[in-house]
């Protein structure tokens, strides 16, 4: 019968010869394939060393971590000391210490509606969408200034810190994209005087510094309006952000607009769509899920810049923890201040771009080599 | 009047041209009535101020010093010349800075395709790293926890004994160029025309027979070899002043500020992460399938990377690399927080805190920096459309 020499079950797969895995095998394939690979490689791994062993021995090993004046340094590794017993104010700047929960609440808000709108299994996007633009702002702008239903009135003079830092990055992608869209869709406009303006507009600000714009906002912002208006610092320094990014949110979208087949307008006017309709409902959906990872990086060049405040003597997170190094109790921990604020401003970035190569990946829904 | 397909009369509100002429009506007479607005405010709040506007201040006496300077500056000097000390101090880092971050951009980024994996991932955590730390925190990180902390004059590093690094600065050689020197220069350029125009004899000859002069052996040697020849004939004409430890401080040598090494430094780092990545993408642009024909026309691996991967690799480079130093070119002006003495630190900062001609500063430091671009930008245009790919 040819049964007999018929197998019910599938041969188990044999594992790969010795010389074929492991980590010998990945080494030999992947650093000392060949006599100038092993080289570099015996470099590079000597040079790590060299460079990484006393970072790591300073900053961790050697490193003193807690107390509450710097007495507690022992002067032998990084003092963290520094970061801690300041640690508070970095988060909150100069927030009034009873009204702290006030912003606990928003940054809680703010996670909350981070994570409903970036975890895509999380349903009820349109719902987050509404609620992040319309209803975050207003609760924030309440929770934050104060003034109203019995909350005490912060002025934002005291406004600081890591809270500062979000304050402006949130209004300033809030505020930037909107304005980014509207000229992208200007400068495609057929009238020669909307696209005229548009143009101007974006070429204007993309030409000079982030710093200029500030300088222009803190100063000159205050001569535009009558006399009588109060003009508030923060307030000057986002109108300008805001300005200034639009213009670079602008080329971004348009680089969107431009890939869209002009055959999608057609056939939106084919079926009697109006201006309005077309690219609300055909392109700017279409054009918008393309540049998502433009957008996203737009937003960690802005969030980077908003750093920049602190020249005109705003007190965001670099500059709280600046003018703590200039505190005389503390000289001489430049060194922990300015690689924590790296850190904190690394986070954000690296988890941003992170994010737009995830989202970037799970957009590619055609299919290329 | 227009009429619809079927031959109606279409009432005017519905006819698209007519709309698009109110539409940009609306939008003009909003524009004007915004500028006005502004004008009128902008005059009356100077006049309560009493500002008077205008550049007459650029004729000014300044009064104050710069400690860098590239042309004859003192405090006697006016408003207009802190101007250009300033524009020149800028253009001064930002080509510092263009040229060492390019070489660093293109080491990391072809180190970023290295069949070596550490190296590899040493580019790659080297991009990660510094492009999403903001930039002025590394201005400040370099200024004020490193370069502050280096050793006094006294105790100052050095290297070779001809290189000095202390906290006041870096002390490196100064050529003093003796009567005669000039004519190097000129043999400089002499070579480089001379090398000019051999290359387009030798591509018109290759192109006439095929043979090909090594060109760039040739124009090296032009290049390199004509200013030497007169340096030497004209009896080497330069001296070095090192710089050398008298008392506290050095004598000779030229001072480089530790502003602008901090400044230097941060701007090629930071913008070094970004030309890796465009590097490695422009390669990246490249379809294996170019270099397996070039393979399989048996071009040598060398001509191969220099007449195929290379211009290939370029038209997607170039854009993106200019792109990248107009932002170096502005990212300079982050100099004011340290106190490097750019055109925003001496005019926006100096000159209007002292004269208060905030509109007139303003909007001719903006005015540089759009000029800038804008010849950049222009330039970079004709080069995109000369370097097209050519649909047939």
Same mark, same amino acid.
Request: aromatic residues 12%; contains cysteine.
């Given at each position: 019968m040819a049964g007999e020499s018929m197998r019910d079950e599938m041969i188990e797969a044999r594992r790969p010869?010795?010389? @074929?895995?492991g980590v010998l095998k990945w080494l030999q394939r992947n650093? +000392?394939?060949g006599p100038i690979n092993s080289v570099v490689s015996v470099i590079t791994i000597g040079v790590l060393i060299w460079a990484l062993w006393p970072f790591v021995q300073w900053a961790l090993i050697q490193a003193d971590w807690l /107390?509450?004046?710097?007495?507690?340094?022992? &002067?032998? /590794?990084?003092?963290?000391v520094f970061i801690s017993a300041r640690f508070e104010s970095i988060i909150y &700047? +100069?927030?009034?210490e009873a009204a702290r929960w006030r912003v606990d609440i928003v940054f809680a808000l703010m996670a909350g509606l981070l994570a409903w709108l970036a975890i895509?299994?999380?349903?009820g996007k349109r719902w987050a969408a509404i609620i992040a633009v319309i209803g975050f702002p207003i609760a924030a702008y309440i929770l934050l200034?104060? &003034? @109203?239903?019995g909350l005490m009135h912060v002025s934002t003079r005291n406004w600081g810190g890591l809270m500062l830092t979000l304050t402006v990055a949130t209004i300033g992608i809030v505020g930037s994209l909107p304005i980014g869209i509207v000229l992208a869709l200007g400068r495609r406009s057929k009238m020669p005087l909307v696209r005229a303006v548009s143009v101007v507009f974006i070429e204007f600000w993309r030409g000079v510094p982030l710093i200029t714009v500030l300088f222009m906002a803190s100063v000159m912002l205050p001569l535009f309006v009558p006399t009588e208006v109060e003009f508030d610092k923060l307030l000057r320094a986002l109108v300008g952000i805001m300005l200034f990014w639009s213009a670079y949110m602008a080329e971004v979208v348009r680089g969107g607009l431009q890939a869209i087949p002009g055959g999608q307008e057609e056939a939106g006017k084919a079926l009697g769509l109006n201006y309005w309709q077309r690219m609300g409902l055909i392109v700017l959906p279409q054009a918008l899920k393309l540049v998502i990872p433009g957008i996203v990086n737009t937003f960690i060049a802005l969030f980077k810049d908003t750093s920049l405040v602190l020249i005109i003597g705003l007190f965001d997170l670099l500059a709280i923890i600046r003018a703590g190094l200039t505190d005389s109790d503390w000289l001489g921990f430049a060194t922990e201040g300015y690689v924590f604020a790296a850190l904190v401003f690394w986070v954000f970035c690296f988890s941003m771009s992170r994010y737009s190569q995830y989202i970037e990946k799970r957009l590619q829904t055609g299919h290329t080599n | 009047m227009s009429r619809s397909p079927s031959g109606d009369r279409v009432a005017l509100w519905r006819n698209p041209t007519f709309r698009a002429y109110v539409l940009q009506g609306v939008l003009l007479a909003a524009l004007a009535a915004l500028i006005g607005f502004i004008v009128a405010n902008t005059m009356a709040n100077l006049e309560a101020r009493g500002i008077s506007t205008g550049f007459?201040?650029?004729?000014?006496?300044?009064?104050f010093s710069i400690?860098?300077?590239?042309?004859e500056y003192s405090g006697d000097s006016t408003y207009g010349r802190t101007f250009f000390v300033g524009l020149l101090n800028t253009l001064l880092v930002s080509a510092l800075g263009i040229v060492v971050a390019t070489i660093i951009g293109f080491a990391v980024g072809i180190a970023r395709l290295s069949p070596n994996w550490l190296l590899a991932r040493l580019a790659g955590a080297y991009v990660e790293i510094f492009r999403n730390i903001p930039l002025l925190v590394q201005i400040l990180f370099w200024y004020f926890a490193v370069l502050q902390a280096l050793p006094s004059p006294r105790q100052s590093l050095s290297f070779l004994e001809i290189i000095f690094i202390n906290v006041r600065g870096l002390v490196i050689p100064d050529p003093q160029p003796l009567s005669g020197f000039a004519a190097t220069p000129w043999a400089l350029l002499v070579g480089i025309v001379a090398a000019i125009a051999l290359g387009i004899y030798a591509k018109r000859r290759q192109v006439r027979t095929g043979k090909a002069l090594p060109i760039y052996w040739l124009g090296a040697g032009l290049i390199i070899g004509t200013p030497l020849v007169v340096f030497l004939l004209t009896g080497a004409p330069l001296e070095w002043s090192i710089p050398e430890l008298t008392g506290f401080n050095f004598s000779g040598g030229v001072r480089v500020l530790p502003e602008l090494v901090a400044l230097w430094l941060a701007l090629s780092i930071y913008t070094a992460a970004f030309i890796a990545e465009i590097v490695r993408s422009g390669i990246q642009s490249v379809p294996q399938g170019q270099v397996e024909a070039a393979n399989a026309l048996s071009l040598p691996g060398g001509i191969t990377l220099r007449k195929v991967v290379i211009p290939q690799a370029m038209r997607v480079i170039v854009p993106q690399l200019t792109s990248q130093y107009l932002n170096l070119i502005k990212n300079s002006s982050l100099a004011t927080a340290i106190g490097y003495p750019d055109l925003v630190a001496v005019f926006s900062g100096t000159t209007l805190n002292q004269t208060g001609q905030a509109i007139e500063i303003v909007a001719m430091t903006m005015a540089v920096y759009l000029t800038i671009s804008l010849v950049v930008s222009a330039l970079m245009n004709v080069y995109n459309a000369r370097t097209l790919l050519k649909e047939r």
């Open positions: 010869p010795n010389a @074929h895995r650093l +000392f394939n /107390g509450d004046s710097r007495q507690a340094c022992s &002067g032998e /590794g990084a003092c963290w &700047g +100069f927030y009034p895509p299994k999380v349903p200034l104060g &003034g @109203h239903f | 007459g201040f650029l004729d000014e006496r300044a009064g400690p860098q300077t590239l042309i």
